[in-house]
């Protein structure tokens, strides 16, 4: 069974700043990672994911995220945050070859001016 | 080309009362995947279909159930709705079974009286 870890839930950052959102899981078998963003009232996006090869993963929005086997963590980065950023971040692990996605409990980034 | 749809987008019932909710997934894509969101449980995933076959199935009781169509079109329906059931779900479409990349609907809020 895989699970997912979203180690705050929270997290208030000022416009420009870097940010980092961390993510670790726990699976037995090999996974596929990915972070997701929702906005309020809208479905989730994708921002990024890790299926093999590269540990460093960069995405859309300027957010990139590192795939860290040994420490099972797959933590999101972004080097300047702006105020649009604000949103509830997940993270998401599944099997390969299968569609099931194993949540976090999600990260609430709130950006201020 | 268009998104993944959910309607309705808000649905008020009562309990006791049944529900069913429909998604249409982006065209081409065969294979649908619902979750449901609350602020307590979190993201959950719901069940699977690809060519009308139900594939994989979360950890929700059998008043959950869902069915596919030829033309990937996916409903799900619940019965005897508790107050629990109170959330926002969201459907996933994606090319094919065990996809490395879903896209989502918007959701379809849930409100149980």
């Known amino acids: 069974a895989q699970s997912v870890t979203q180690l705050d839930s929270q997290v208030p950052v000022f416009e420009e700043a870097p940010v980092e959102l961390r993510c670790n899981y726990s699976?037995?078998?090999?996974?596929?990672l990915f972070w997701y963003v929702q906005y309020p009232n809208q479905g989730l996006q994708l921002l990024l994911k890790?299926?093999?090869?590269?540990?460093l993963v960069k995405g859309i929005n300027g957010f990139e995220a590192e795939f860290n086997k040994s420490q099972t963590s797959f933590h999101l980065r972004k080097p300047s945050v702006h105020i649009s950023d604000t949103a509830e971040y997940f993270c998401?692990?599944?099997?390969?070859?299968?569609?099931?996605?194993?949540f976090g409990a999600g990260t609430r980034l709130a950006v201020h001016p | 080309k268009a998104g993944v749809t959910q309607t309705p987008r808000y649905l008020i019932k009562t309990r006791g009362q049944q529900v069913t909710l429909s998604c249409s997934p982006i065209?081409?894509?065969?294979?649908v995947s619902w979750y449901q969101q609350t602020p307590g449980q979190g993201l959950q995933f719901l069940f699977e279909?690809?060519?009308?076959?139900?594939?994989n199935k979360g950890n929700f009781p059998g008043r959950f159930s869902g069915r596919q169509f030829s033309n990937s079109r996916s409903e799900m329906n619940v019965s005897t709705l508790e107050l629990g059931d109170s959330a926002l779900y969201l459907c996933?479409?994606?090319?094919?079974?065990?996809?490395?990349?879903?896209?989502f609907g918007p959701g379809t809020r849930l409100t149980v009286l």
């Open positions: 065209s081409g894509h065969r294979s």
């Open positions: 699976s037995s078998v090999s996974v596929y």
């Open positions: 890790y299926l093999s090869g590269s540990t």
């Open positions: 998401a692990v599944s099997r390969g070859g299968y569609n099931k996605l194993i």
């Open positions: 279909y690809f060519s009308e076959t139900q594939r």
């Open positions: 996933a479409s994606s090319l094919v079974a065990g996809s490395d990349e879903q896209f």
